[in-house]
Structure formats: C-alpha cells, structure tokens
C-alpha cells in the first residue's frame, strides 16, 4: 500500500502540532489530526496548552495582577488611584482573545507548512494506519510511514467530589467563570491549585486550599517553598495541609466539603469548588487492541528515551508520556522525534527542564535541589542573594524572594537554580543555559551583567557561592 502520508500525529497540543511543523519543515507530508472543539463548538487546534491551559490562566494572572496591583501597589508609588472596578466579563473576553489570536497563529503556520489539519478522533490500527471519526460521524482511515501520538493529558477525577460543570469544576472550568465566587474551595494546593486560586484571591474571592500531603510543593526547593508557603498565606489563601476530603456534597448552603485531618473531622461550605489534584494521560481508546501499544500501569504510553513506543516507527511525546507534564517538554520531544524521522539526531536534555508557578512572586527552578543533592550523597556548595538587597526590585517594589544556586563541591558545575522572584519565569532562562552549557558558578560570576536588573541577583548568588557576594554583608555571605 502506498502511504498517503510520511508522518500522522495524532493531537495538536504544544507537542503535536510543533512535531507537525518541524516534520513540515523538513520536507515530510503531514497530516494532524485532533478532536478539539471551541467554546463554540468549533474545531481548533492548540490542545490544552492554548485552550484551557498555560494560555488562559496566564491570561488571568496578568489581569489579575493588574488589578491587585492597582488596588494595594500603586499608592506606595505615589500615585492615586481611584473608583477602581471590575468588570469579569470583559476580563474573560480579553482572556478569550488572546487565546483565539494564537489557535487562529497555529492555523495559519499549518497552512503556510502545508500541514493538513484533520478535524476528528483518531485511533491506531496495524501497519501505522489511522481512523478518523470525524465530527460529523463519518470515519477516514489514513496511513503514514511514521505517526507520532500526542495525545496530552486530562485532569484527574475524584469520586469524592463528582464535577457538575458548574459549582464542581475541574481547572477548565475555573477559567471560564463570568462571577467572582464569594467563598472558593480548591481541592489541591499544587500547580493549579495555586494560579488558579490565586486569580481569584485578587480578584476578591476568600480561597480555601485543601492539600492531602502535609509537605507543601515537595518538588520544590524547601527553603524557598517554607518562604512561598507564607507569602501565600499573608496574600488571602487559606492554605490547609494534611487534609483529606471525605465527600463534596451540593446543600442549600452552597457546595459542602466534609474533610479530616489526623485529629479532626470538619466541614467547609464555599460556592463554588475546583476540583486540582493533578492530569493524568489521555491513552483509554487510542489505539486497537490489535496495535500492541504498550502502556503504563498508569496509562502513560510507554516510551524509551527517543520516543519510539513498542509499535515500530511509531512514537509517543507530550503529557502522554513519562516526564513532566509542561508544554515546553512536549514541544522539544515533538522536534526531537520530527529530527530523528528525518534521520537527523534529535535530543532533548531532560536534565535542563525549567518548572514555573507563576504565582506572586513566581517561583522557578532547574536542576537538582539540595533534598536530591543530599541523597544522592553529592558535595555541593551553595550560593543565595536576595532580593531585598537588589537595587532594581527595590526600586519596583518588589523585595520578594532570592535566588539559590548550587554547584559543584569539587568541579563548581552548576547543578541546579532555585529562584522566587517577581520575574523569576523569565530569570530562570539564564540558569536554563548555565545547565545546558555545563557552566560552574564562577562562569556566571564572571559575566558582566547589566545594571540595575533583577538578573544581578543572579550575578550576587553566583558570587555568594564563594563567599564573594559583593551587596551582602560579610555575616550573610554564605
Ligand atoms: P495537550 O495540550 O493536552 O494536547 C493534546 C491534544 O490531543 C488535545 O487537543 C486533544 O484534544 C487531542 N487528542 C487527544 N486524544 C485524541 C485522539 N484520540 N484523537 C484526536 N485528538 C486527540 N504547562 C506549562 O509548561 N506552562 C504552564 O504555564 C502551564 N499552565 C497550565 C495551566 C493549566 C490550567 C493546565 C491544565 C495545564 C497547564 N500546563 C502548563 C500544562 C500544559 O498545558 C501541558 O503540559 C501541555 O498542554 C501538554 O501538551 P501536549 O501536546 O502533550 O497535550
Ligand atoms: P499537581 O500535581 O501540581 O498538584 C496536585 C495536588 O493535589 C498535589 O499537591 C497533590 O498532593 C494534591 N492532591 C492529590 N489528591 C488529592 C486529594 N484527594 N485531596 C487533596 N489534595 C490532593 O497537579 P495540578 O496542579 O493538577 O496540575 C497538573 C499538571 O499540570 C502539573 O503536574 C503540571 O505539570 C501542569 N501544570 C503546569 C503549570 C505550570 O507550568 N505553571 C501550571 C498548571 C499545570
């Protein structure tokens, strides 16, 4: 059978449709198919990543934050700022803009990259045949010498707390809201958790986060978790670890949780509760029995570290897929996977993988931290400056947080970057490339910086690694 196609992804998340183009970039034949549908009922691509994901929620805190910022920042600033109001609706529209700009961008990039979009729900069949069902209900079946699967991830159910699409929602839903909800229960205090409650903490909710584990964000730095945990909770969110829901339940009240912790049992009543305990991939149904795609116990498409799946010239990337679940990860393994297709060497570094919560300060890290560091028995030094001692985030008025870098005992290879920061999504970048370049910490210390940026905090913590920091006092250098 002659192939209509040289690559099939299935999905058009960060990961599918930058495979797609890469593949389209370097002469193959491209089709993507996706299942999406808009707030109208539209095909789109983008994936949750644009559409109910990093996109939107961004969206929300800019505004948010504008409007926090307005409220309790500009003052000390000297500027006075009157008859502050809100309008939710128009802060949605202005969110849905932005969103429908840039899946209108990834249309027009399939076009010029003659990549042809398939509107439907495709599956795995033998010999790297796909069937589409289209929305309409009519089915297609393609092939392609190679398919790269896509699929991403869905969040998590509880069966404590059944999602009504209303008061009981999962993170979508929480981004579509046209009211403030006077009284929000969050069930979660992770990435989403934590962004989502805090656009509604701004925008004038009294937020309850109810987290099982007693540790907050384990995967963090603990020093500057502790910090976060605090900062947090002086901003509004109740933040309650060690608690486990019981049952969410629908009263005249409003939605009531029943929860316990190891001494006690209590009840929280709140008009409206997300539902943020982590995604999980989507894999039910992809491909035919008769395919041998291997999956996880959990349902992640098993993978070796190329991607190939246990079906030949088939493989996987993204949320489906072990690894964090972070659009940029699914982007690099889409154009890794596009190279090796092409018969080029195509790598990811998962070593160098930034994580962002893009709370206020945002916090941000690459790399080991020192709770990995010590298990694993390696020697490191530590080097930390903080921000209430950077001339620029004085000067905004943004005192919050430091920057942690740790390198080396022996060799001073710059192991990992921890930072909380008003910026520290876009700071963490020049600690991305200290990774990917194998710098040691005097490289950075013996960069020039511009003056005066947050980045020199950077700068300070590199020479804070050998007791040099140059705006600390001595007492504080290490
Ligand atoms: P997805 O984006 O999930 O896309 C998969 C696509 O495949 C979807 O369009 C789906 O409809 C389609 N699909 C699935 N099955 C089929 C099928 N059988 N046939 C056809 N189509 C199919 N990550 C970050 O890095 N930064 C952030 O700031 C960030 N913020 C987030 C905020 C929220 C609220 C959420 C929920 C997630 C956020 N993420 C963020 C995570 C990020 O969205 C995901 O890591 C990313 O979207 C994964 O990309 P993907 O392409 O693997 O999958
Ligand atoms: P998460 O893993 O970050 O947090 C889920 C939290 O829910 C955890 O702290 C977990 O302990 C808690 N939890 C689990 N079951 C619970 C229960 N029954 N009761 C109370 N708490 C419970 O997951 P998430 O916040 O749902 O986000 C999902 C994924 O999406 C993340 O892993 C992340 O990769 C991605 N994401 C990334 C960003 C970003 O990059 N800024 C933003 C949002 C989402």
Redesign the pocket.
């Known amino acids: 059978m002659t192939n209509k196609y040289d690559v099939i992804v ?7 449709y930058v495979a797609a183009i890469r593949c389209a970039q370097l002469g193959m034949k491209v089709a993507c ?4 549908l808009d707030r109208d009922g539209k095909p789109v691509l ?4 644009l ?4 996109i939107p ?2 969206a929300l805190l800019e505004s948010s934050q504008l409007y926090a910022r307005l409220q309790q920042d500009a003052k000390a600033h000297g500027i006075a700022v009157e008859g502050v109001s809100l309008d939710v609706s128009a802060m949605m529209a202005s969110k849905d803009a932005t969103v429908d700009d840039l899946t209108h961008g990834i249309a027009a990039l399939f076009d010029t990259n003659a990549i042809e979009w398939i509107a ?4 795995l069949f033998p010999d790297r045949q796909v069937q589409v069902t289209l929305h309409t209900g009519e089915q297609q079946t393609l092939s392609a010498g190679h398919v790269i699967l ?4 869905v ?1 998590v159910e509880l069966a404590v707390a059944p999602l009504n699409g209303d008061t009981i929602v999962d ?2 839903g929480a ?1 579509n809201w046209q009211q403030v909800p006077q009284r929000l229960g969050i069930i979660g205090a992770g ?2 958790g934590l ?2 409650g805090s656009v509604w903490r701004r925008l004038g909710a009294e937020v309850v986060l109810l987290e099982a584990q007693e540790l907050f964000l384990p995967m963090a730095d603990r020093q500057l978790a502790k910090s976060a945990l605090n900062l947090f909770r002086k901003q509004g969110l109740d933040i309650r670890l060690g608690e486990h829901v019981k049952a969410a339940t629908m009263t005249d009240a409003g939605v009531t949780i029943a929860h316990e912790n190891d001494t006690d049992a209590d009840t929280l009543t709140v008009d409206r509760l997300i539902v943020a305990v982590g ?1 999980r991939p ?1 894999s039910d149904g ?1 491909a035919a029995a008769e395919t041998e795609l291997l999956l996880d116990e959990q349902g992640y498409i098993h993978v070796d570290e190329e991607c190939c799946t246990s079906v030949p010239a088939v493989y996987a ?4 897929v072990r690894g964090p ?6 982007s690099e393994e889409g154009m890794a996977v596009a190279e090796r297709i092409a018969g080029q060497p195509g790598e990811v570094n998962y070593d160098a993988i930034a994580s ?1 919560i ?1 709370t206020h300060p945002e916090i941000a890290w690459v790399g080991k931290t020192e709770e990995a560091l010590k298990q694993a028995g390696v020697e490191y030094r530590r080097g930390l400056f903080p921000f209430a001692a950077s001339g620029r985030a004085r000067a905004m008025q943004e005192t919050a947080g430091e920057v942690k870098i740790l390198s080396d005992a022996l060799t001073d290879q710059v192991l990992g970057v921890h930072i909380m920061a008003a910026q520290a999504s876009e700071l963490i970048a020049q600690a991305v490339l200290a990774l990917e370049f194998d710098a040691s910490s005097e490289d950075i210390a013996r960069t020039v910086f511009a003056h005066p940026t947050l980045s020199e905090a950077m700068h300070e913590a590199a020479l804070a690694v050998d007791g040099r920091a140059i705006h600390m006092a001595r007492s504080r250098r290490r």
Do not use: F
Not at 10 to 16: E, K, L, N
Not at 150 to 153: D, E, Q, V
């Open positions: 299935i999905g058009a998340g960060p990961a599918g198919v996706d299942e999406w983008g994936g949750t990543c559409n109910a994901g990093c929620s961004k439907g729900r495709g599956q896509a699929t991403g991830s969040p993170s979508a981004l990435v989403i962004e989502l995604r989507c992809l990337i993204g949320d489906a679940m972070l659009a940029h990860k699914g962002v893009y």
